[in-house]
């Protein structure tokens, strides 16, 4: 049974920065050693006024509220990847917030800005550089998900291989597919105007697969037996057997990849993203 957890929504809600001369102070560890990480890719403190309008103190505020948030819902613990495109370099974008590790890979050039991570539908897209089998607890409790702001009409993430073995999400021109192993799930023509969403796709009660818009859950599949493909997951374009294929023009939020989510913890994930994303004003 999913069980909706309130999120507390409070960033950018106190004043960071106490009186008597005393500056903002971390709540999370894992908050900190993020921003730390972003601090040293971008070589000082990210100029949070020019890109997002948000001094300083606030923003390190809103990354704090983040993650206490992902911990009140039950869904931090569930992460292995998390990308929040936050700093506005390639650099910075690279981080994986569940880890400060610089982990991403570019292709064709993409640029970064305080949109995120940009992508010109030709062939520019990013690498999660990884072996999604090695990274999930098991092949049958796992979620994957994108948020972007599509120009294109296409929305992409994940990776197959040659025997039609992996997980993806690709939406394109009105066909959105979550795709895993030998079984698809398609809606077509139902969601003809995707634009700026946030897909997920997850196994958590298996053997049913559930893709969801936003968090409205839009289809169901059985894939009892998935075996998560070798190949990296590729953002805004999707690695078929190792070739990226329907590259998408337009810019993505955030990415994640994480073991398996209750229709709850989809509910619960889009209403922090949304939040930390409206703060960025993005």
Known sequence: MAISIAISNSIGARDNAPSGGGGFVWVNSEAEAYYN?????????VDTVALYGQTLNDTKQAIDTRVTDLKTAGVFTKL???????GGTADTHAINGMNAATELLYFGSPTHTNLGLVTNGAGQYASMNNSFS??????????I?????????????????????GAAIRYRLSTLIGYA????????????SIGDSFL???????????????????????????????????????????G?????????K????????????VSNLNTINNTFQTFLGR
């Open 134 to 143: 090695g990274e999930v607890p098991s092949s049958i409790d796992w979620a």
């Open 145 to 165: 998900g994108v948020d972007t702001n599509s120009v294109n009409s296409k929305i992409m993430m994940g990776s197959r291989d040659a025997s039609n073995i």
């Open 80 to 86: 292995v990847r998390d990308y929040p495109f936050f």
């Open 254 to 265: 955030f990415s994640f990849v994480s073991s398996g989510l209750s229709s709850g913890d």
């Open 181 to 192: 192993t030998n079984s698809g799930l398609t809606v077509s023509p139902a969601i003809s």
């Open 244 to 252: 990226a294929i329907d590259a998408v023009s337009g810019s993505t």
């Open 37 to 45: 990480a972003v601090t040293v890719a971008n070589g000082g403190d």
């Open 200 to 242: 997920v796709l997850s196994q958590a009660d298996e053997p049913t697969a559930r893709l969801y818009v936003d968090s409205l859950e839009i289809s169901t599949s059985s894939s009892s037996g998935l075996i998560p493909t070798t190949f990296p997951f590729f953002i805004n374009a999707w690695n078929n057997s190792g």
